[in-house]
Each structure stands twice: as C-alpha cells, then as structure tokens.
C-alpha cells in the first residue's frame, strides 16, 4: 500500500506544478493554451468546429476562464 501512496502522492505534486506553470503562463493546463483538444480531433469528425473547444476553458486558452469553470476562483 505504501507503493500507491508514493505513486498518488507523486501525480498530485506533478498536477499542482502544472497548475503553477500555468498559472504564471496564464494559459489554460488542460488545452495548454490552444483553445482546443488536439486529442478530440483524431476521435470523429464532425463539421462542427465548437465540439472541438476546450472544456476547461471554453475555447479561450485563457487561465483564468479555466479556473472560473473549474472553481478555482470565486465570484
């Protein structure tokens, strides 16, 4: 059990500094600033360009949409 602590502990920290670079990039961790998923595009073609944008960040790019959506920030 120690093994999948070690392991949980690990993705968090590497999680929290993605969120850091990201954070002082002011881009979006998910979509890393693009506005759009690069892996949603190899899944199905459709015509429809907005079923192609970010969900964290609603197609922005932008870090702070993305913390809005995600609760991040209060209002």
């Given at each position: 059990?120690?093994?999948?602590?070690?392991?949980k502990?690990?993705?968090?920290a590497?999680?929290?500094?993605?969120?850091?670079?990201?954070?002082?990039k002011?881009?979006?961790?998910d979509?890393?600033?693009?506005?759009?998923?690069?892996?949603m595009l190899q899944?199905?073609?459709?015509?429809?360009?907005k079923?192609?944008?970010?969900?964290?960040?609603?197609g922005?790019?932008?870090?702070t949409e993305?913390?809005?959506?995600?609760?991040?920030i209060?209002?």
């Amino acid at each position: 059990m120690g093994l999948f602590k070690m392991i949980k502990r690990w993705q968090e920290a590497m999680y929290k500094r993605k969120l850091v670079k990201a954070r002082a990039k002011g881009i979006c961790p998910d979509c890393r600033g693009f506005g759009y998923d690069p892996l949603m595009l190899q899944d199905h073609f459709t015509l429809n360009a907005k079923d192609f944008d970010c969900v964290g960040c609603k197609g922005t790019g932008s870090y702070t949409e993305w913390a809005k959506n995600n609760g991040h920030i209060r209002k």
